[in-house]
């Protein structure tokens, strides 16, 4: 949890590297025992939260066409939203922050500031209570579009789902001094997705094509860049793999629909489309997979039966 941590070389993150060498941490490799986390709740310690919704919409249902177009325009704003924050976040938002050493995050943990002590410099304790979180905002635009067409060999129609958000901002601390974050765009956030589905109907049965999408999201900005300089393993630049590639998911199913029940029967992830890798220290991880959000699929291709 300590991003002032030169085990595999310096932070990646310009701003960590900096707040780590004020602090008389350049090269600090930790050793010995793990650092006491301790959690509760807020009783006493917490306000309720409080929010604010502004959307605008309109639907367009054209003559010539069985085909129906939305578009809903959203703000959203979460004020003392009660959240937990993890060990880890608490440290690197300390080191990260353009406030250091005045950011609050850097009161919740203590560091062992004994020369004398086995565990000089390492972390000792972090507090990870519930907490307020100052507030929480998005702004962003959903389209839902719907085409259908009958024929006399069998019905088509077509839905396709997007929501493209503008902005995703998360401001810790009120005042002048803070700054909102934006993970808009980060991985676990995409600025991008949509889902769609095609099917064909002729009597008792369905026959459908559906496919989602996860736009491309990357942490380089977050952390200061892709690269970074070695120390402790001699000169020259690594290179960390801070981004999720676009994704596109693709499934089929058929369906028998009679007076009594249904039975459908299809495959997820068609073509078995593996979840992109990042490097170690980008995000949360499993194995090489991103595990923030759940937009990718982590198990491949697989078959499922429902009958109702």
């Known amino acids: 949890i300590d991003p002032c941590n030169y085990t595999d070389g310096p932070p990646a993150n310009a701003n960590?590297?900096?707040?780590?060498?004020?602090?008389?941490?350049?090269?600090?490799?930790p050793f010995g025992s793990s650092a006491l986390i301790t959690t509760g709740g807020?009783?006493?310690?917490?306000?309720?939260?409080?929010?604010?919704?502004?959307?605008?919409g309109f639907v367009v249902t054209p003559t010539f066409a069985d085909l129906s177009i939305a578009l809903d325009y959203f703000e959203i704003e979460i004020n003392d939203q009660v959240a937990q924050l993890g060990s880890g976040s608490i440290l690197s938002g300390c080191y990260a922050s353009p406030n250091y050493p005045?950011?609050?995050?850097?009161?919740?943990f203590e560091r062992d500031n004994d020369p004398s002590s086995p565990r000089y410099?390492?972390?000792l304790g972090v507090s990870d209570n519930y907490v307020n979180i100052n507030s929480q905002s998005t702004r962003g635009l959903d389209i839902t579009a719907r085409y259908e067409h009958e024929t006399s060999f069998g019905d088509f129609s077509a839905?396709?789902?997007g929501t493209w958000t503008f902005e995703d901002q998360f401001l810790l601390f009120s005042g002048e001094d803070f700054e909102p974050d934006d993970f808009n765009g980060t991985i676990g956030d995409p600025d991008f997705t949509a889902n769609a589905r095609v099917q064909f109907a002729r009597g008792d049965w369905r026959y459908n094509w559906f496919s989602d999408f996860v736009s491309r999201v990357s942490n380089d900005e977050r952390l200061g860049g892709s690269t970074g300089t070695f120390s402790s393993r001699g000169p020259g630049l690594f290179y960390f793999k801070q981004y999720a590639e676009p994704q596109f998911y693709h499934g089929a199913s058929i369906q028998y629909r009679g007076d009594k029940f249904a039975v459908t029967f299809g495959v997820n992830n068609?073509?078995?489309?593996t979840p992109p890798s990042v490097s170690t220290g980008s995000t949360t991880r499993r194995g090489i997979v991103p595990l923030v959000g759940t937009q990718y699929d982590y198990r491949g291709r697989s078959g499922f039966l429902r009958v109702s």
Do not use: H, K, M, R
Request: glycine fraction near 8%; charged fraction near 15%.
């Open 159 to 161: 839905d396709v789902q």
């Open 270 to 273: 068609l073509f078995d489309e």
């Open 102 to 108: 005045n950011e609050p995050l850097c009161t919740l």
């Open 16 to 29: 960590i590297a900096a707040n780590c060498a004020a602090a008389g941490l350049t090269g600090y490799i």
């Open 42 to 56: 807020g009783a006493g310690n917490l306000d309720a939260e409080t929010s604010e919704a502004f959307t605008l």
């Open 121 to 123: 410099q390492q972390i």
